[in-house]
């Protein structure tokens, strides 16, 4: 197998941004059943040392999580395995960016090592990890 062809060490996976609304924080709230008001409600959230509503950390989970799954589909599914750190919160009506780079790519194996993480528009790291997956033929 050579996954180095596709996936050199230093390749970047693609990345997708999104603006962090509060419509989708009260979505994804209905959805996962986390209705911390932290979350959903902005007098409440004032009055909080965030001052506002911040995203949920499983919401930026998840968009990592689409990025890798939408790059490799099938093969994150059945072989993917994430790691990550929360760094800092994510602020309603803010931007945020997911970004994964390809750490190690090993041919006899198929296996990549790739760092990942989400950003917020300032550049500033919000979800830090990494996640490894095998590719098949």
């Known amino acids: ?7 050199p060490a230093g390749a970047e996976l693609p990345s997708r941004t999104r603006t962090v609304t509060l419509e989708t924080l009260r979505r994804y709230a ?3 059943g986390d209705h911390n008001p932290i979350h959903t409600d902005p007098a409440f959230a004032a009055t909080t040392p965030f001052e506002r509503p911040i995203a949920h950390g499983m919401l930026l989970l998840a968009y990592i999580m689409e990025m890798l799954t939408t790059t490799f ?7 993917g395995s994430l790691k990550v750190r929360f760094r800092k919160p994510a602020y309603v009506d803010g931007a945020v960016a997911t970004w994964g780079t390809v750490k190690k790519a090993d041919d006899e194996t198929g296996r990549l090592q790739i760092t990942v993480g989400c950003r917020d528009e300032n550049g500033d790291d919000l979800v830090t990890g990494s996640a490894e997956v095998t590719l098949g033929d």
Request: glycine fraction near 6%; hydrophobic fraction near 45%; charged fraction near 10%.
């Open 1 to 7: 197998m050579n996954v180095t062809t596709r996936w």
């Open 30 to 32: 209905a959805a996962s």
């Open 73 to 79: 589909g099938e093969a994150w599914i059945t072989s």
